[in-house]
């Protein structure tokens, strides 16, 4: 039997290897594609990658670092996709992982195995040759950004618009938007980077939302702004740190209304933060015209639900992913909804030994936090700490839901949301829930 299964060679699967490897814990890890680096791979051969040409990191080098590696200090503040997919390549290079990661091989299913653990098949992409072998534990980290979400229901009329309509996952480079009439939809990040790129070669672009958002700046007083995550003050209450970050808002950007977006119907913090400077002055330059949701499409019309229509020759649709996992039955994992039951947003308290890795969307990067999960997760298969009952990993659960839905505007993509820090103190506390046995004396 092996020990650990790890699905995923991305960012998060990659920390899983290094921190278990230090361990000394046996594992294997199988990735679907060629490479290493998941989402950051610009052209992925595993085909799951969303990464666009243009992509740079929205979140700061100093923030997305592994603690065991920190990037180069001249690459810059918010590096481009090639500079990390190359510190990915760089990162398992020096810790030897990469030979210890079976590349082009598809998992296709895991199973509970009647006596514990899991069935693990896996199939090479080469030759189809299927495999099964059997895991003490399986450590899913397959990514959450790479299963497109398109509106349910689809818009009316859309099945008989004449234009394109893509999603986002599939945007790569603006050369297939030189003049045309763009609708990009959404405000998440994905919608704000297309829009700016295409209203530099498009006839027109237009930015269609449901609702409004704080834009927050890459720089605050010449810092990258998720220094702030970080600062003495991301360490205080939660109505501190959202004071504070309005009136910074106030003071350095002022009103979005002024940029032509509408007014959020919810306060900073409130939603997941979009970041752009370069939405901001492209606004300002009326080189991206903004409209409400869209109502219907007919012809080549798209009519948007304050009355407005324009002709449009294709449609972004920014609206974000599905969190799904095909290799799992639903009677071990659902995630309706992008809604999954997992105690400290690793464990699900009914299968022992299966652990999810990176399946958060923090105010921050994923990486250090999926190398914190990774110290948990090791601790745990070694048995360092130990899990609570199930009865009370489901009132973490019911308990973490609750506190999301006080917090935030109701919607699939804020199902998984951390507070950088916040989270980070969380695994530590669950670390540090020691039941070793200890001696009964102490030896000087
Ligand atoms: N540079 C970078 O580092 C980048 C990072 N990312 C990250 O990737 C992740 C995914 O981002 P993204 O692709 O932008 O997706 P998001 O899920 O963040 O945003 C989806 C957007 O689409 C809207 N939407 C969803 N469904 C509909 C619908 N039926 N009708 C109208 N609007 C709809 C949402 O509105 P509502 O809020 O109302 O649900 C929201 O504005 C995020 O974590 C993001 O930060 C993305 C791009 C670049």
């Known amino acids: 039997m092996g020990e650990v299964c790890i699905i995923g060679a991305g960012s998060s699967g990659i920390a899983a290897c290094q921190v278990l490897a230090e361990r000394g814990i046996g594992f294997d890890c199988f990735e679907v594609g060629s490479e290493v680096g998941g989402n950051w791979r610009y052209g992925n051969d595993n085909n799951m990658s969303s990464a666009y040409r243009s992509l740079h990191i929205n979140t700061s080098r100093q923030l997305m670092q592994y603690a065991s590696y920190p990037m180069a200090e001249d690459l810059p503040a918010y590096p481009s996709h090639f500079q990390i997919a190359r510190y990915f390549d760089d990162f398992v ?18 199973r509970p195995a009647p006596g514990g653990g899991y069935e693990v098949t896996t199939r090479q992409r080469d030759c189809g040759t299927e495999h099964t072998e059997h895991y003490h534990s399986v450590l899913v980290a397959n990514g959450h950004h790479w299963n497109p979400r398109w509106p349910d229901p689809a818009f009316p009329g859309a099945d008989t618009f004449t234009g394109e309509q893509v999603h986002s996952h599939h945007y790569r480079e603006f050369q297939p938007y030189v003049g045309k009439r763009v609708l990009v939809l959404g405000i998440g990040n994905s919608a704000c980077d297309i829009a700016v ?23 605050l007083f010449g810092v990258p702004t998720d220094h702030l995550t970080t600062s003495p003050v991301a360490k205080g209450p939660f109505w501190l740190r959202r004071l504070t970050l309005r009136l910074l808002l106030a003071v350095a950007r002022g009103r979005v209304t002024g940029f032509g977006l509408p007014e959020p119907d919810h306060k900073v913090l409130s939603a997941h933060p979009t970041i752009s400077d370069d939405l901001l002055t492209r606004l300002g330059h009326g080189d991206i015209a903004v409209r409400p949701n869209i109502a219907r499409f007919e012809g080549d019309t798209v009519h948007f639900v304050d009355g407005s229509s324009e002709r449009i020759d294709v449609v972004v649709y920014c609206t974000g992913y599905r969190i799904t996992f095909p290799f799992l039955d639903e009677s071990v994992i659902t995630s309706a909804d992008n809604e999954v039951a997992l105690f400290h947003r690793v464990v699900p308290p009914d299968h022992p030994g299966l652990y999810f890795l990176g399946l958060i969307q923090p105010l921050g990067a994923i990486m ?26 489901h009132r973490e659960i019911r308990e973490y839901r609750a506190a999301l839905r006080r917090r935030y505007v109701s919607s699939k993509r804020h199902t998984i949301q951390v507070d950088f820090l916040d989270y980070l103190a969380e695994l530590r506390r669950a670390r540090a ?3 070793r046995p200890k001696p009964s004396v102490t030896v000087q």
């Not at 990469?98 to 895991?110: C, D, L, Q």
């Not at 530099?200 to 700046?217: C, D, K, S």
């Open 93 to 110: 290079d020096h810790f030897g992982l990469r030979e210890r990661i079976t590349f082009r091989t598809e998992v296709t299913a895991v």
């Open 433 to 435: 829930v020691d039941s």
């Open 368 to 393: 250090p936090l999926a190398e914190a999960q990774s110290h948990w997760i090791a601790d745990l298969i070694q048995g360092r700490v130990r899990l609570p009952g199930t009865a009370a990993m």
């Open 197 to 219: 790129e295409t209203s530099r070669v498009a006839e027109r672009t237009f930015l269609a939302m449901r609702r409004g958002a704080h834009i927050l700046p890459k720089y």
